[in-house]
């Protein structure tokens, strides 16, 4: 049988208007969360039929090269044969059991392993990055006795009522300084500072230390677009931490098996107090997990008085894509070659940048990058806002209509997986030289 022709202009076709339109009926702006709606971009958002490897293929036919990743967790790239195997023979054993597992037991053994905080501690599974922060936050607050909490301007941590203030992520991109029907009391006793300055953090705890239980950070910030932190930085967090008494929480869900190992604790040489994980270790299957010093965890229910439960986590078709993902990745030890397939990307979007005299300021750690549409350095949220948001809207469509799906947001960063090969970096290069002339000529 002979397969149909593939295109590879992304834009939603026909078949993605009618599923687009249907959606806005019954779920709440036809996507069930905000960023894929296409709103800070322009156009309606293809709906993707399958994945394999470093491509997407859309209802309407077309064949995408894709710096998505599912947001993160696409390491491998898309149905991974193992990681499907996995899931497929886990399945037929059951879905869910709301009992304990022999999976449950290895994957924890395993993150213990593999993550600096967690080795010697302890970790729980849940069911995604939003309950891992949320749920490490409570235990902070639950082993401190203290209730204030700081996070970074910019930063996500997941949708949790106590982090929705001054998001970055999807809230950024539509523009909401935080949610309604947040109540103001949740929320009194976050604290709020500007990444990568230390001095706003010295100031808080200087005025209010004996208060606050936990700071919360992303050690490479991933959703104000990639913003890493400035030498220095996080080591000077970790001291102020430890002297104010402090539970320093790193929020590598997003970094978490992508930048090293051990995450971006390993890579950058910092021991956090608790970490929270997500995505890659779910293996594209819903996951999360929040772990670190023993004597912290050991305030969690059952043996703790610090309440967290649910019916799915550790459920056994999610864990078993974790574990085989995660195996994968201590096998192939694949994060030198993401390095350099990133490093050549970055490096060829800014040379066409420049050859078509684009503002453009590219960040990135690891296999996670950022193309700012602006000459100035970003550090922070502030700078990652002076962005051309309408160059990069207009950059984004051309890529889109090239074959290259990237995340729709100027303020979300991209991701490479072991399966983006040269020919893929290579085509998506072109497409990038096609659509910078074309922004370029249209300004």
Known sequence: MSKPDHHHDGRAGTRSRELFAAASKVIPGGVNSPVRAFKSVGGDPPFVRRANGCRIWTEDGAELIDYVGTWGPAILGHAHPEVVEAVQRAARDGLSFGAPTAAEVEIAELLCEMVPSLRGGMVRLCNSGTEATM????????FTGRDKIIKMDGAYHGHADVLLVAPGSGAATLGIP???????????????????????????????????????????????GCVPPRPGYLQALRELTERAGIVLIFDEVMTGFRLARGGAQELYGITPDLTTLGKIIGGGMPVGAYGGRRDIMERVAPVGNVYQAGTLSGNPVAVAAGLATLRILERERPWPELDRRAQRLCDGLAERASKHALPWTGTRVGSM?????????????????????RLFGAYFREMLAAGIYLAPSQFEAGFLSIAHDDAAIASTLDAADRAMAAVAAAR
């Open 135 to 142: 749920s490490a936050l409570r235990v902070a607050r639950g």
């Open 178 to 224: 935080g949610s309604a029907g947040v109540p103001e009391l949740v929320v009194v006793d976050t604290l709020v500072a500007a990444w990568n300055d230390i001095g706003a953090v010295q100031a808080l705890i200087e005025q209010q230390g004996e208060a606050i239980a936990a700071i919360i950070i992303e050690p490479v910030v991933g959703n104000m």
């Open 369 to 389: 990058f950022t193309g700012f549409f602006q000459h100035g350095e970003v550090w922070n949220y502030e700078d990652a806002k002076r962005s051309d948001t």
